[in-house]
């Protein structure tokens, strides 16, 4: 009995090694203990073999091509000549579009949310984004293809190149011939996927914020948007900036929607109008038809060399996240 | 202070809040026009016949697609009878007997593997499954899902093990009940409610994924006896039907995609539904 009083104490710490094992192994409470720390370790265990996979399987790839693979733009199956950059340019492009589209909406629901509805509206708003979120993204792709293509050729498209066309430095991106699917489709349909975990992360944070900076703006004169703007929102920045990476590293690893409208050709373009192809969408395309185990090989590095952009990303806004609710608390 | 100063900081308070009330309802309103438009184009398409009947080969009009819900349905259940136990089991280690530094470091994985993009988990899938016997199977699609179902069952879990107050746990062993046994039948007990909801909303989500399914399941024109062999699944049959150029398989599409929001929203409504219920007792 006073075994198990004491391991009921979180703090203390799982005594290891084969003897202590055993001698508590004759309660049955060990016995609990250990086979949860299986299946716990099996998620370990389950992590590190996709790592290692992804390592092994892409060995022929790295060992042939080195470094070259990342900045080379020749992917030539035929000729088993295998470079990466157009993909990795395509990935980050459509992430880029889908941010800067992304955020404004985002933040700007965010700030609805957490400053001004009522709480009521408020929870039944977000519970509706998060639906949203739950929206599979082969459906995304499907509305993807048969609205936001139709559109981008026929309205938004020829809209942008005949304003923000003419700009002087930003024009360039969007001039040349518009096709409907793209960079700019995959970036619109990507915006739309991302925007919920904006929102109900940046929801969240906003929410911390203590209320006495709100009080203390308005007391001082500021109007509500001043006070959300100059006080709360800056109180929440790296929350906020938390959220975007999270949302960055859900548009770099999205592939189904992307895949159906993104025009699915290896080629570097200035132009956002034009057809490009991205790492997800090139490993959904072609990896069932990898014949030859070095293009098989080359797929998987890509696998990795996504696998290493998400997990950076996620590393970081996992950190700034839990800085500001850390920060928030330290400072009220 | 001028009064067109004020005038001017009043009209943009004014201005920008009415901005923020517009870009959260447009958000929501992508949803109703999702549905909406699924409905619409989706509905019309809905017959009988497409839960009962076979694809029809290039060409002719009309067939269902039986054998990608049954598909679905067969990669649902490997996904949780491989995802749900092990996300339960370490949920519980976590919320319950886990020490620092292994515990921050199995939730430090489980958020790792969380944010692996679903078309790497194909991958590995595919290494681990199909490679080996060198070719595509429910099995290996089973597989892949049940991967992405481990994270979320394992955070749930934690979080509701977590809320269970720590006087139903004292008052149990003060009972003489040991540990393990407070576990099972006082703890486990009083956060089923959202454990369950966790677990369904995992469901949920890798119901609607395709990108780990298309060189692990792969797809099938046919039905899939067993589990060695490919099948079909509602997700890659949107994706195959929405990209092929014909107009009775876009509108296959539509229908299928209907019913795959369904079970979606659906599964999302009922766990919310769930979690509601479950919050307003219990509490000590």
Known sequence: M?????????AAP?????????????????VAHLITLIF????????????????????????KFGGKFFWTSVWDPIFDNFGAAPFIYGTIITSIVALVIALPLGLASAIFL?????????DTISF????????????????????????????????????????PILGSLFRGPNYGVGFFTAGIVLAIMVVPFIISVSREVLLTVPREQREAALALGATRWESTWKVVVPWARTGIMGSVFLALARALGETMAVTMVIGNDPKISASLFAPGYTIAAVIANEFTEATGDLYLSALIELGLVLFLMTFILNGVARLLIVATERGGGHAS | MSGARIIWRKSLNYVMLSLTGVAALGVVSVLFLILGYLLWNGGTSLSLDFFTKLPKPVGETGGGMANAIVGSLKLLMLAALMGLPIGLFAGVYLAEFGGKTFSFVIRYTTDLLNGVPSIVIGIFAYSLVVLPVKHFSTLAGGVALGIMVIPVTVRATEEFLRAVPGSLREGAMALGASK??????????????????????ALARVAGETAPLLFTAFSNRFWSPGWSQPTASLPVMIYTYAIAPYDDWHRQAWAAGLVLLALVL???LGARFLLNRGNTVRSV
């Open chain 1, 2 to 10: 006073s075994t198990s009083a004491t391991t009921f104490d979180r």
């Open chain 1, 14 to 30: 799982p005594s290891w090694g084969p003897r202590a094992l055993l001698r508590r192994l004759r309660h049955g409470d060990e």
């Open chain 1, 40 to 63: 716990a370790a099996a998620i370990l265990l389950i992590t590190s073999m996709l790592v290692y996979e992804l390592w092994v399987n892409s060995h022929l790839s790295r060992a």
């Open chain 1, 114 to 122: 957490s400053e001004l509805a009522p709480r009521k509206i408020s």
């Open chain 1, 128 to 167: 509706l984004i998060d639906l949203l979120a739950a929206v599979p993204s082969v459906i995304y792709g499907l509305l993807g293809i048969f609205i936001v293509v139709p559109l981008m050729r026929t309205t938004i498209g020829p809209a942008l190149i005949n304003t923000l066309g003419h700009a």
């Open chain 2, 180 to 201: 393990w046994k407070t576990i099972a039948t006082v703890v486990l007990p009083a956060a089923k409610g959202g454990i369950l909801t966790g677990m369904l909303l």
């Open chain 2, 266 to 268: 659906v599964a999302n």
